[in-house]
């Protein structure tokens, strides 16, 4: 046997440490590019006639100053504003009105998805669906829905 070889656990010690070392790096980088733009926030508020409406906001792809009311309800006023930060799929079970019924949050921002006052509002980083129409982004956008002329839900 060759004096100067190695043994075997040291080889293997080197290729494990190796491995660690590429998983460390490939997991920090990974989880980056997840997070690097953010999430939705979205506010939650009630106006002083007790009609409830919602903000949107995504910053870091300068979304903003979008807001939904929702005419022909009411709803118990919130203390105050509430906003969610919808970073993680359990943020969905947080919200003080409406229902979450799809959340991907794999790369944020993702995809969200709420049922309110029989309105789906869908929240994907190129385009605001309301009702399954296209609206676009469009900065101060002040959208007001009647809650009577909802579409029947498909089945």
Known sequence: MDAQRDPFWKQAL????ACVVFYVVGFALVQWWRDRRGPWEVTFRVDDQGTPGVEIAQPRLGIGGVSIRFRGTNHAALAEAVTV???EPTKGDSIPFGRVKFLDTTFLPGTATFDLFGHEVELLPRTLIVDKQERGWRA???LELQVNTAPAPSR
């Open 85 to 87: 930060r919808f970073d």
């Open 14 to 17: 080197l290729v494990f440490l």
């Open 140 to 142: 101060g956008d002040q």
